[in-house]
């Protein structure tokens, strides 16, 4: 698949501009601070129904306007999509796929594919397991609009219980109906686990192939889900719900379930998280980024749209041929200051106005 056109209009610092993109290399070339990452974002945007930039969405609208509009075209492999947001200083933002309203973000799941890197990416290695969560979260999503579904599911049934273990300053009130809670939310756990570790596994091999193939094959990656527990998740996790009940009862909050579960990341046996230099915590990110190009592919049947945002600079000469290479089999927009690359590609220059 690939994106044929964006339209944006008093999105950031673009007031009208209109981008046709080739279904090959397509390379955003310009000065810091001119608005290069706002493309991606808006390419994101389209596709996931977030920002990777921002929580707050009034935050797109350029400055001296009211409103906002982003306009894009995919070609898949037998149909075009069209999807429009509108974004509103009074309003919540609206979605339209094909001219047609949406009600949900899960509506949107899968209309499009992308994978997204910046050299911020490190903290999908480096920051806390909330990013790894996420990371899962956003890819599975794409391509299962079960598993985007079950994890809403997850997040309400956990807020409700965390509501109940406050509502009371009498344990012996909370545990009159908490087992309810509890039973819906290792039911939900153990699905979601099922789905991410299955993802982790498929996605393991692919992310030491691109790290060996651009990095070379002196540092092995090993990628691993660490689940809460390893067999009979559900009946385990009610278990544990039980057992830790007056804990949880004391801090307001649950210590057990899905929400807790981590990844773990070692290059030649060492943890890349705690011990890994900066240079070895983003090129492992990198990998697995370049990873979830395969998995896509494997799931949906085409290879998604890769934006990459100023990856460059983090790189050699000879690492950048490597990365242009392995990413010749899919749609790639880059952003980066400069391009000296011999190779076939369409080129925007962007400049403010």
Known sequence: MFIKSLKLKSYRSYENFEFEFDDGLNILVGKNAQGKTNVLEAIFFAIIGKSFKTSKEKEVIKWD?????????FQKKYREVEVE??????????IKIDKIAIRKIGELMGSANAVFFSPEELKLVKESPDERRRFMN??????????????????????????????????NVIKESIDIWDRALADLAEKIA?????????????????HEYIFGGKEQIEIKYISSFEENYAANMVKA????????FKLGYTTVGVHRDEIDIYLNGVEVKNFGSQGQQRTVALSMKLAELEIIKNRVGEYPILLLDDVFSELDKERRK???KFTSKTQTIITCTEFDEKIKAKIFEIKKA
């Open 65 to 73: 306007s009211q409103n906002a509009y982003v306009d894009a075209i």
């Open 85 to 94: 947001l509108f974004f509103d200083n009074a309003h919540k933002k609206t």
């Open 138 to 171: 956003i890819d599975i999503s794409q391509t299962n609009k079960r598993y985007f579904y079950l994890i809403g599911r997850y997040e309400k049934v956990l807020a409700n219980r965390n509501k109940l273990l406050k509502s009371s300053s009498d344990i």
């Open 194 to 210: 099922y789905e991410r570790k299955n993802f982790i596994e498929e996605l393991a091999p692919y992310a030491k192939l691109a």
């Open 241 to 248: 719900l039980a057992k830790n009940l007056e804990k949880d």
């Open 322 to 324: 490597k990365l242009l």
